[in-house]
Structures are given as C-alpha cells and as structure tokens.
C-alpha cells in the first residue's frame, strides 16, 4: 500500500479588523462637528475683534481723524497722563472692594442656603429669591439706588428716625461709596450661586463624623467646609470680577461721574471717536481681565472639582 505524507499548512492569518479604528474616527469627526459653531463663534466675535482692537490701538489718531499708520503715540498718552493711570487704579481698587464685599456678604447666604437648607425645593426658591431684582431692568436697578442714598432717602430717614445720626450722611451719594455699594448688590447673586452649588455637594456624613470627633463648628469651616468650597468662590470670583472690571453704567448714575473706571474711559473716547485712544484702554482692561483670571484660576483645579 502506497502511503501518502500529507503536508500540513497553516491557516492563512484573519484580517485585523477596522471597525474599531473607523468608530474612532467617526466619533473624532462628530466631536469636531459639535464644537465647530462653538469654535466658529468664538473665533468671529471673541478673537478676531481683539485682534482687530489691538492693531487700531496703534494706528494714528488726529483731532479730527484716525489713519492706519503704526505708532505708538496712543500708548505713550495712555501710560503718560496721570487721569488715564488714576482711572486705572481706581478701577483695581473698586474690583478688589467689590470682590470683598460680595464674598462677605454671599458666602454666609451661600452657606445657609447650600449647607443648612437640605430640602431641594427650598433650596430652589431661595436661589430665585436672590435672583428676583434681575427680573427688572439693570438701569432700573442701578438707578433705584439713588433716592435710597440720597441726603433724604430712604437710609438717612431711616438712620435719623431711629437717632443714630443727627444730620444726613451726604458720602452715601455720588462718591466711591455709593458705586460700591451698588456694584456689590448687583453682583452679590453671581457670588451666592457658585458657593451655594457646591456647599450643596458636600456629603453631610463628613460634617457628622468630625462633630463625633469631637470638632467645632469653626474647625469644621476651617478645614471642610471652605475647602471644599473654594471651586464655587473661584467660579463667583471670576463672574464678579469680569463684570466689575468692564463697568460704566453703575459708576456714571451712582457718582455723578465723579468716579472714572476704565470702561467709562472707552466710553468716551468712543464717544468723541477717537478709537486708537479706546482701543488702548480696551487692550489694557483685556489683559488686566486675563490676569486676574488666570490667577484665580490657580486657586482650584475646577476641571477636578466640578
């Protein structure tokens, strides 16, 4: 019999598949398709008018007209004059009061209504309530602060009436005062949301065991509570600041002009045309903006804790 050796050959290799590489990259794709408005957007209304604002803030400005030759006279004048340098600092000095007052006064309101409130709905109407003068508008309560503030408004009748002043306070009226006191209402809400948020986050179980070790309550906000905390008073920091930083209207009604912030500078410089003048001071309230962000952004790692 005749016997016959059969070679064995191996099986031919499977294919690697591509339906994994090509779901990736279907996805890339849909991901770039959503954030592509989000990109265009920014990029038309965001990024090219600052560029366009810092290239007129060096062309040349005359009395009468504005001609697209470099120089950087606008600059000098800017840095030069001591009215544009005191607008400045009285901008950083009113940012930094405002900043002050509204963490004083919202964090005590964010603290109850995000740590001692636990019932959502309650919690929720609370957080309306605070919102409630943004129903109207800001004009409107801008200038509602005036006959509050005046000689014979509703502050000094009240003060007079209950004797603990024998004359009007005249400084609650068109001075530094009364635009910190109105910025600082405005703004306070932007302050309470952030911190409420995340005060409403902390697991009640942490709080209960460090009373059962024994900790007080100013321990416990010391080292928990604030801590913990800290992302949303970043959060309400940065709305409170960009908002207060590119002010006008609240300094022009409440200080009779008295006050000059750097937004009132482009205000009329854009006003009188002179844009190269404008665009100096808007290039200079951007990057202060910038700066001051980046800071805060330093304070907590938000994209960790939120």
């Known amino acids: 019999?005749?016997?016959?050796?059969?070679?064995?050959?191996?099986a031919p290799a499977e294919p690697v598949t591509k339906a994994?590489?090509?779901a990736a990259t279907a996805r890339s794709r849909t991901a770039y398709w959503l954030i592509a408005p989000g990109v265009i957007w920014m990029a038309l209304f965001l990024v090219l008018p600052i560029l366009m604002m810092?290239?007129?803030?060096f062309w040349t400005q005359t009395t009468f007209k504005i001609e697209p030759k470099l120089t950087l006279q606008s600059w000098q004048n800017f840095f030069s004059s001591d009215t544009y340098l005191s607008a400045l600092w009285t901008t950083i000095r009113i940012w930094?009061?405002?900043?002050?007052?509204?963490?004083v006064v919202g964090y005590p309101t964010a603290l109850f209504v995000g740590l001692f409130v636990r019932n959502k709905t309650l919690q929720t109407a609370l957080l309306v309530v605070c919102v409630i003068p943004f129903w109207t508008s800001f004009l409107i309560r801008v200038l509602a602060w005036r006959p509050m503030l005046g000689k014979e408004g509703g502050i000094n009748l009240v003060l007079q009436g209950l004797h603990i002043t024998t004359a009007p306070i005249e400084a609650l009226l068109f001075t530094e005062l009364s635009v910190i006191i109105g910025m600082t209402q405005i703004y306070c809400v932007f302050m309470v949301g952030p911190i409420a948020f995340m005060l409403s986050r902390i697991d009640p179980c942490i709080i209960e065991a460090a009373r059962d070790l024994g900790a007080s309550f100013w321990r416990i906000l010391r080292t928990i509570i604030i801590p913990l905390s800290m992302p949303g008073v970043v959060v309400g920091a940065i709305f409170v600041s960009v908002m207060v930083l590119g002010e006008f209207a609240t300094s022009?009604?409440?200080?009779?002009?008295?006050?000059n912030l750097l937004g009132n500078i482009i205000v009329t410089q854009v006003g009188s045309l002179k844009w190269a003048f404008a665009a100096v001071a808007g290039v200079v309230l951007t990057v202060l903006?910038?700066?001051?962000v980046a800071a805060l952004l330093r304070v907590a790692d938000l994209k960790r804790e939120l």
């Not at 019999?1 to 191996?10: F, L, N, Q, R, Y």
């Not at 810092?54 to 803030?57: M, Q």
């Not at 022009?252 to 006050?259: E, I, P, Q, T």
């Open 96 to 103: 930094l009061t405002v900043l002050v007052c509204t963490l």
């Open 289 to 292: 903006m910038g700066l001051i």
């Open 20 to 22: 994994p590489v090509e």
């Open 252 to 259: 022009a009604a409440l200080s009779g002009r008295k006050v």
């Open 54 to 57: 810092i290239y007129v803030s």
């Open 1 to 10: 019999m005749d016997m016959i050796v059969g070679t064995t050959t191996a």
